[in-house]
């Protein structure tokens, strides 16, 4: 049993699932803040699988992209609770 073979059969598989459950939380999402922290899942789980591509074909280009991605998700998530705290007072 490979790396390659653990990461594409095991891993991705879960990952896949993991998006398929967000997007459903995203569509039937009650709250605007379930949506928000569906869609932060979604980019994690996005750079999840970038990170497997860059280890399944030794590539290391995709990671600038991932993190960039997690910059901004994270920002979007802060500016996001920032504007929440500012609506309740």
Same mark, same amino acid.
């Given at each position: 049993?490979?790396?390659?073979? =653990?990461?594409?059969?095991?891993?991705?598989?879960?990952?896949?699932?993991?998006?398929?459950?967000? +997007?459903?939380?995203?569509?039937? @999402?009650?709250?605007?803040?379930?949506?928000?922290? #569906?869609?932060?899942?979604? /980019?994690?789980?996005?750079?999840?699988?970038? #990170?497997? =591509?860059?280890?399944? +074909?030794?590539?290391?280009?995709?990671?600038?992209? @991932?993190? /960039?991605? #997690?910059? /901004? #998700?994270?920002?979007?998530?802060?500016?996001?609770? =920032? =504007?929440?705290?500012?609506?309740?007072?």
């Amino acid at each position: 049993m490979s790396l390659s073979w =653990y990461l594409q059969f095991v891993i991705l598989p879960i990952l896949s699932f993991s998006l398929i459950l967000t +997007f459903i939380r995203l569509i039937k @999402g009650p709250d605007i803040v379930d949506r928000v922290i #569906a869609l932060d899942l979604i /980019i994690t789980s996005g750079i999840g699988v970038i #990170a497997i =591509y860059c280890i399944s +074909f030794n590539n290391a280009l995709f990671l600038d992209v @991932g993190m /960039i991605l #997690a910059l /901004i #998700a994270f920002l979007g998530t802060l500016a996001f609770a =920032y =504007y929440i705290e500012k609506i309740n007072k």
